[in-house]
């Protein structure tokens, strides 16, 4: 469940063993926090619920439970790519950190596959192999890194109507 306001969110995901994960999520400088003890959970409470003051009853619920994690939203730059480095590579998030609006993710087992692949293939090869490799996942996570980082800047925006009536139409090319 997602619920949208000016320039914040909130999302509520269920979790294994009958849990669920609720995000806050709002636009604030890195800082934004300095004032508040980060541990004392009924201060973050407070603080989570002054910021959505005005949403509905049931909604501030989701806040009012629960223990707070300070989380920020770090992301690579969508163009993000590195110089390519025998015998090294990046994979996941190390390699194409985007936000977590779920695109992007590979099929299950398809790192094992890769490795796989990877051991095919002669020792004096490897190095083409992952610098081909790398130049693949460059071109799926740079679509997908403009997919969610356009999603990210309107779901997160001063008009989340708007980008609620566009997100159905964002497709990967």
């Known amino acids: 469940m997602a619920v949208y306001g000016v320039n914040r969110a909130l999302v509520a995901q269920r979790d294994s063993g009958g849990h669920v994960k609720v995000y806050a999520q709002f636009r604030a400088p890195l800082d934004w926090h300095t004032n508040l003890d980060l541990a004392d959970v009924e201060a973050v409470r407070s603080s ?3 910021l959505f003051d005005g949403w509905a ?3 501030l619920e989701l806040l009012r439970h629960g223990a707070a994690v300070h989380r920020p939203l770090y992301i690579l730059p969508v163009s993000h790519t590195w110089t390519h480095v025998p015998g090294v590579t990046l994979l996941g998030d190390a390699a194409h950190l985007m936000p977590p609006l779920g695109g992007g993710r590979e099929p299950r087992n398809a790192g ?3 490795t796989r692949r ?3 293939h002669r020792p004096e090869d490897l190095d083409d192999v992952v610098r081909a490799f790398e130049e693949r996942m460059w ?3 740079g679509r997908w890194a403009k ?8 779901l997160v925006s001063p008009d989340p109507a708007e980008a609620l009536a566009l997100f159905d139409q964002v497709q990967p090319s």
């Open 48 to 50: 989570m619920l002054s």
């Open 57 to 59: 009853a049931h909604v």
């Open 112 to 114: 094992r596959r890769r």
């Open 139 to 141: 071109a799926r996570a």
């Open 118 to 120: 990877v051991h095919r």
């Open 147 to 154: 997919i969610t980082t356009a999603g990210l800047e309107r």
